[in-house]
């Protein structure tokens, strides 16, 4: 649409005002992580400093290496797990016909509005039997708690959003269900998947409560790292703010890498969701 | 692929390949929801003791009469009511408000929205830290520039009206570009036609967005609405690394409440009913928005 | 990290003034410090379990940290490696409740807060004693009789005096720190303002310490506030009410074993007394000239604050001497016994013992306890003075008879935590130490007693409400807790 010179003038100070409040915050902390603690605890906060790799080397050093391949492995193996689960079931239930799928459907999400602390204890309780605490394993199956429902719901909508008539041409030149399944239908919601991924990912990525309860020494995920930094001998802001860096970073590359699927993905799963 | 003769033409009956795709996944969900479910629910008919190993003894409805009667818990439903209204609300507001904007924008569009996303992506403890970080008064850039200004003195996080706005804020930071997102997905499906059509027509902007752009994107909207909402009820992590609570109980939303009486005072048959009147109410609002979205005919 | 390394191990063969080669750490130690009563200590019996790998769980404490760093030391010792987990007191204290009432057994070392850990799980841990007698086992160096009374009591036992559930391990304890150079400069002048010699010592009082921080609101321009608290919503607010309790003569309960023995029935509360009152009232008073923000500070926040330069003085933990002193105010800080109130001086001990998981496997116990006499031995506790990362002070009477000890304690110090000392000293006389109740619904019963006071700070709650909503919190809270006790030991599911 066209706009007067004003008009335009006053969107784009509008826009960079919503620019200024989410942006700030996130300059400030990757500013901060490279401050010396002097320039850090400054009262009069500044913009010009000599940069320092100081906080960052501590944290390698310290062995944040491991936090960073816990995280890797927990959430990257939880979400392709969701992911794969996901789109079978996803796909299972937009096609499926029995009694009480509007029941299934809803128990389905019904499992991830859970709250967090009162699932704690009973999964502690399995996991203590099934010898899960402690582990990698431990994490990506809790993870799977609130990524699995969360998949199948996103999937099911954007398959049943796709006409069942493109499969059955396939059948009819003699394609097997299932590979109209994996050769139309998936391709097709592509953009769907990969928003179910970068959810998924993002979601047990940024996990604290499971992770503090369920992981060990060996276990431990980055937010734990962080959390660690609040220690009774002061807060490190520097090393805070440093590994919030590392645990954000890699979240908005790759969450803005795919951006454009993103908004399709949304639109589609959500307008249809069950 | 190899391909099952069975299943070829679809049509056979007994248990079909769409309900075997099914059921791997209904399996796992049962074991690691249907378990914690049935646990929480006798827990909360019990005293639970970690004493010596985890013991039950049955003490029938008292946890439940306790959980209606007991004021703290009573006062953090209210409050949480009012944190929940107010995170979901304002996300709501400003992130129509600012998918509407970009949807205005053209040079830069796809840059700002890169940009305005991003928050959605940091972790909550990492949200919270940040949020203390920024408000700390001795050193933090926000509490610094209020005090400049003279907009506000008093201590952010220590003072119980401020601090409460303070956490709301930082939810409403992390989770409005997740609103801004959905709607403006929305608005790229609302025709272009019939919008320049309304142009010539003479309506201003208000007269078509409201008579035509807000019918095409009710739907996306309270879906939007309803995926914020489940979290919102949920999530803790912001409250408890920042004021856990405080001062003097402000913060002190009903997860908060849970996560104290469950793994600081280890009262658990009591976190149970607490745990299973938050899922209650869940399940309520998530119901109450399907159903609005059943009766505009968007969901299937 | 690898230079920091060589110091320590440098550090610590100059220290004990032997090789570690042959002879056992402790065996060495002995011709150093002198005094080794009967310790049982053979170089077979420290290794008779290498190539295990034990799990030790942690608050994340300077003291922990700096035997973090030193873990190579137990590790060419006994050959067993040591996974360190340090969390923040409250995941912790979930995530060892957890450990214990699932029978798991999986952190074989505990950091046993005695007021989070012990009181409500005593039951759970072992039984030191009988590693101590045990003639396969090394006995604790000096004996148990060298930790300090007070300490040994509220950090090792439950009610009765025989059973040993933790050892000793760290001590801190809180103290007026203040900014020498401020009360230097503006000394001769609050005298005539304010009456009396401001200088902070053993004979100050509450009341002084009131006026003296008003003063600096009204008259120095070095720093915004007289007083900073960690009067946030948190344990550390309890901590911080609790030393002006007890010296208007206040208390929690009127028992005297609570705090040391620790009691499962401590009786009803007498918060709403009018002696626990009236420190709350004064309290109140305080908060309101303080550092307004100190109603969102926590000790960390509080620290930060006092080295940034935005309060005089604060009551502060002895522990963060050792970065205070490293900081860019170090040299201008000085430390003193906080004040008197009208019944007496007290100081919060905020001590921790280290105790056995009673679940873990009997071989692992064994070689826990290994680990529990090095990092409570005398020389360990040296080096965590000397540390790098921080470190505490000992748990151990013998040490502060040293003489590089007794030097340290005047600057410029070796080790900055021992500038300390005559603080802490005060406070650790019997009559003074501050021990808050150690009871099974102690963790309830803070989270009561810091919100009301955070109430009375922050919503205009009056202090006898406060005290009075508190008192009948905790008293509810015991009956739960005691109830829950007696069924806990009913069928287990």
Known sequence: MRHGTVTKVLLYAALALVLLWTVVPLVWMVLSSFKSPNDLLATTPSLFFTPTLEHYGALFQSGLWGYVQNSLLAAGISTIIAVTLGCLAGYGLSRAHFRGKDHVAFWIISTRMAPIAAVILPLFILFRYAGLLDSTLGLIIAYLTFNLPFAIWIMNAFFADLPPSLEEAAMVEGATRFEAFWRIALPLTAPGIVTTAILCLVFSWNDYAFAVTFAGPDSQTLPIAASQLNTQTGLNWGQLTAIGTIVVAPMILVGLAVRRYLVKGLTLGAVTGE | ?300 | MTSRHALTRRDFLRMTGAGLAGASLLGAAGCGGGGTTGARAGAGMWKQYAGTTLSFVSENTAPTSAIGANLGEFEKLTGIKVNILQLELTSLVQKVALDIGSGLGSYQILYADPYQILAPYHGALADLNEFDADENLPSIERGVDDFIPAQLAAAGRFEDEKTLYGLPYDCPTMIWMYRKDLFEKHGERMRQDLGFDPMPSESSTWDEYFRIARWFNDNADEVPYGTGHQAKQHDSLMNDFSNVLWSYGGDYFDNPNVGSLGASDPGPSILDEPKSVEGAEFYKKLLEIAHPSSTSWDWNALDEAFRAGQVAMAPNWHEFAAGIVDSSIGKDVGFAPLPKGPARQSGMWGGTGLSVNGASPAEEQRAAWLFLVWATSPETQLMGLKSDVGGGTPTRSSLYERPDVKKAMEPPSEMPNMLTYDAVATSWKPDNIGLRPKIPAWNECDTIIFTELSSMLVSGKSPEEAMKTAKQGFDEANTRVQNLASSGRGGVA
């Open chain 2, 1 to 300: 692929m190899a391909s099952n003769t069975t299943e070829k033409g679809g049509g056979r009956r007994g248990i079909s390949l769409e309900t075997k795709m099914l059921l791997p996944a209904l399996v796992l969900l049962a074991v690691l929801s249907l378990f914690p479910f049935v646990y929480i629910i006798f827990m909360s008919f019990n005293t639970v003791s970690l004493i010596g190993g985890i013991s039950f003894e049955w003490t029938g409805m008292e946890n439940w009469t306790r959980l209606f009667t007991d004021s703290v818990v009573l006062g953090s439903w209210a409050r949480s009511a009012i944190y929940f209204i107010a995170t979901v609300g304002i996300e709501m507001v400003l992130g129509v408000g600012i998918a509407l904007l970009l949807n205005e924008i053209i040079a830069g569009r796809y840059a700002a929205l890169s940009l305005i996303l991003m928050p959605m992506f940091v972790a909550p403890v990492i949200v919270g830290l940040l949020g203390r970080f920024l408000t700390d008064s001795t050193y933090g850039l926000y509490a610094y520039f209020l005090n400049a200004t003279g907009l506000y003195t008093q201590d952010i996080l220590g003072t119980p009206g401020s601090a409460l706005l303070a956490v709301i804020l930082m939810d409403v930071w992390e989770w409005t570009p997740l609103i801004t997102l959905i709607v403006l997905a929305g608005l790229s499906s609302v025709p272009v036609s019939v919008l320049e059509a309304a142009n010539i027509d003479g309506a201003n902007y208000w007269q078509r967005l409201r008579h035509m752009v807000w019918p095409s994107i009710a739907g996306v909207v309270i879906v939007a609405l309803l995926i914020r909402s489940m979290d919102a009820i949920r999530y803790f992590d912001i409250i408890f690394v920042t004021t856990n609570g405080g001062p003097g109980n402000a913060t002190k939303i009903i997860p908060i409440r849970l996560y104290e009486t469950a793994f600081r005072f280890f009262d658990l048959g009591y976190a149970a009913a607490i745990g299973l009147g938050m899922l209650a109410f869940s399940i309520i609002v998530a119901n109450l928005f399907m159903r609005i979205l059943k009766n505009r005919g968007l969901a299937k």
